[in-house]
């Protein structure tokens, strides 16, 4: 299994409501990753977890929180986001934190903040 | 600070042409590695190739091959005789250390590529 799950595909939240993205690995990967991609542009790193503790947060806004329950979950939740904030959001875990590994990624949550 | 370049930002190819997407990298790093990624329509990132900063040796596979030169700083892909199936928005990669000893990457603004039939 060389998948990583990520769900919804699509979501479309107010921007009162609290929602949350899922992804899930079960390669036995201990780093894991949220990207954040608008059209047309690369991805933008949010949040790396290397085994289950975030070491990583690029000074992303507090309406999204990470949280990785365990070595195969990692979550996104969101709270109170901007219309600006509608973007694919990527998943993606790696063997480990490292110089060199390549990364698995989902398919993405496209996300519309109306 | 470390950068990657992908001054294509579109390239239009009609099936069967060959095709290289360019990429050019900065870093003050002895030790680095580079990559490249397809990201079709599906918008799932596929890994394609990576390479280590000691490893200048070109590298082919099937009808995809990439050649990596230090001494330019370029790491760039050719897609011999194109496909349509070979339309996505392509990725160059640099892996960053950072302070805390953890890595990240920095992503080329990505060439979209068009097949045409």
């Known amino acids: 299994d060389t998948e990583v799950t990520q769900t919804p595909k699509h979501l479309v939240m107010g921007m009162t409501n609290k929602k949350s993205l899922k992804c899930e690995q079960h390669?036995?990967?201990?780093?894991m990753y949220w990207y954040k991609q608008k059209a047309k542009k690369p991805p933008e790193l949010m949040f790396v977890?290397?085994?289950?503790?975030?070491?990583i947060n690029e000074s992303v806004p507090s309406r999204f929180s990470p949280e990785c329950p365990n070595s195969s979950l990692l979550n996104l939740h969101l709270h109170a986001l901007q219309p600006e904030d509608s973007a694919l959001y990527l998943c993606a875990s790696s063997q480990v934190n490292r110089g060199g590994e390549k990364l698995f990624f989902g398919s993405g949550t496209q996300l519309s903040v109306l | 600070a470390q950068k990657v370049t992908q001054a294509q930002t579109e390239i239009s190819v009609v099936e069967k042409e060959d095709v290289t997407l360019d990429c050019v990298y900065e870093t003050r790093d002895t030790t680095y590695y580079l990559f490249w990624y397809k990201q079709p329509p599906s918008g799932e990132l596929v890994f394609l190739i990576r390479r280590n900063s000691f490893d200048e040796q070109n590298e082919i596979s099937g009808r995809y091959s990439w050649n990596f030169q230090k001494s330019t700083s370029s790491f760039n892909f050719t897609i011999t005789a194109s496909q349509v199936v070979d339309s996505a928005v392509y990725f160059c990669a640099l892996s960053e250390g950072t302070t805390s000893g953890t890595y990240k990457y920095i992503f080329g603004t990505g060439t979209r590529l068009k097949v045409l039939a």
């Open positions: 390669m036995g990967h201990r780093a």
């Open positions: 977890y290397s085994y289950e503790k975030l070491s």
